[in-house]
């Protein structure tokens, strides 16, 4: 079984950063390409950032481009997402969610594990 935890969540002015991190058990981490989706009450879970098993690729939302970058430590089990420039309509729960294969897509059919999810809120 594998869990993931999400932490760094919380409240910023717009144009301030935050940095999520998502923790995994297991050693399966390494092998697996990790994403971010987030959630506003009411919609759909939205594809935010997806990085492959090894690093060296990703995906981003057109968005968060530019502002959003997502990174991987293997030997910590941890991907992260640091979050720059951010403005009100990014508020939202933030999720990470494990990959099937070794290259994540944008479609939550593409993961087959998640986080709790961490919220984060940008003021105005």
């Known amino acids: 079984q594998v869990q993931l935890v999400e932490s760094g969540g919380g409240l910023v002015q717009a144009g301030g950063s935050l940095r999520l991190s998502c923790t995994a058990s297991?050693?399966?981490?390494?092998?697996?390409?990790m994403g971010w989706f987030r959630q506003v009450p009411g919609k759909e879970r939205e594809f935010v950032v997806a990085?492959?098993?090894?690093?060296?690729?990703?995906i981003y939302a057109d968005s968060v481009k530019g502002r959003f970058t997502i990174s991987r430590d293997n030997a910590k089990n941890t991907v992260y997402l640091q979050m720059n420039s951010l403005k009100p309509e990014d508020t939202a729960v933030y999720y990470c969610a494990r990959g099937r294969a070794a290259v994540g897509g944008p479609n939550w059919y593409d993961y087959d594990y998640w986080g709790q999810g961490t919220q984060v809120t940008v003021s105005s």
């Open positions: 297991g050693r399966s981490f390494p092998g697996y390409a």
């Open positions: 990085i492959s098993r090894s690093g060296g690729s990703t």
